[in-house]
């Protein structure tokens, strides 16, 4: 785990990259905004913290570190005891963690519970949507410290999601009051989405989705498919972080639409 800090004093904001190793668009945000520093009024710390993950290129080596939450300092597995530090450095936070797919080249957010302040720092940041997780949260980041936005950059080891990690840090950092610049103004209404069920993948050669993420998929539809194994909609959904090869054993999420931010 490597933290960097811009500022003096104890920050109250940090930004995450790099919990899963595979994911490199958090690490490359973060040092696009050192190399390229932003004067501060309150002072951030910057965390990249699964290098080890991130040096085999994986996305961890023992365990997945954002379902290892709270951890424990005395087991055999690297990400439960990384977890246990991780979150003793971001407690006292407001948290920006970056994250990449297989699903979506645009940004959106992921948030615990849409609070006031949830919602002030989403509509501040240039994503296409909301993704509200509450019951769904066991072991992950937003089950320890209260105050965490993640956001999904893009595709996963591509130079957009990169880029677009640096543009997000930027804008969070404004929006958390860090920099002075103000903060983003959005032009269009933001969706809000409650996260599902899993979309369960039956081991096979191919898989195949057919649907889009965050379109509404109508009743009997024809949503993804395991070998001649197809999935139909038994009711109306959106799909969301759905690819055919991005999870062993699933392959997306269902998602009601909730709401609109203004
Ligand atoms: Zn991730």
Same mark, same amino acid.
């Given at each position: ?39 501060? *009024? ?7 913290? *699964? ?5 085999? *290129? ?12 709270? =951890? ?33 080249? =645009? ?64 804008? $969070? ?39 889009? *993420? ?22 109306? $959904? ?12 699933? $392959? ?11």
């Amino acid at each position: 785990m490597r933290i960097e800090q811009l500022g003096d004093r104890v920050p109250e904001v940090a930004v995450v990259g790099s919990i899963h190793g595979d994911e490199p668009c958090g690490r490359d945000g973060i040092e696009a905004v050192l190399a390229d520093p932003p004067e501060v *009024n309150t002072p951030v710390k910057f965390i990249i913290a *699964n290098e080890a993950a991130l040096e085999a *290129n994986q996305r961890y080596l023992d365990t997945d570190l954002n379902r290892s939450f709270p =951890g424990d300092a005395d087991s055999e597995s690297h990400e439960t005891r990384l977890a246990v530090e991780l979150a003793a450095e971001l407690q006292d936070c407001t948290v920006l963690s970056l994250h990449s797919t297989q699903s979506y080249e =645009g940004l959106f957010a992921l948030v615990d519970d849409l609070t006031s302040e949830m919602e002030e720092l989403c509509s501040a940041l240039s994503v296409d949507a909301v993704v509200q997780t509450k019951g769904a949260n066991e072991g992950r980041l937003f089950a320890t410290v209260d105050s965490v936005v993640e956001v999904e950059c893009g595709y996963q080891g591509s130079a957009e999601a990169a880029e677009n990690a640096e543009k997000v840090i930027r804008e $969070f950092l404004a929006a958390t009051g860090v920099t002075a610049g103000p903060p983003l103004q959005r032009d269009d209404p933001l969706p809000v989405f409650q996260l599902g069920e899993p979309i369960p993948k039956a081991a096979a050669d191919q898989y195949e989705v057919f649907v889009r *993420n965050f379109e509404q998929v109508p009743e009997g539809d024809p949503v993804a498919a395991a070998d001649d194994e197809t999935v139909v909609a038994e009711e109306p $959904f959106h799909p969301i972080l759905l690819s055919a090869n991005g999870y062993e054993d699933v $392959f997306g999420f269902t998602a009601d639409r909730i709401g609109l931010l203004d």
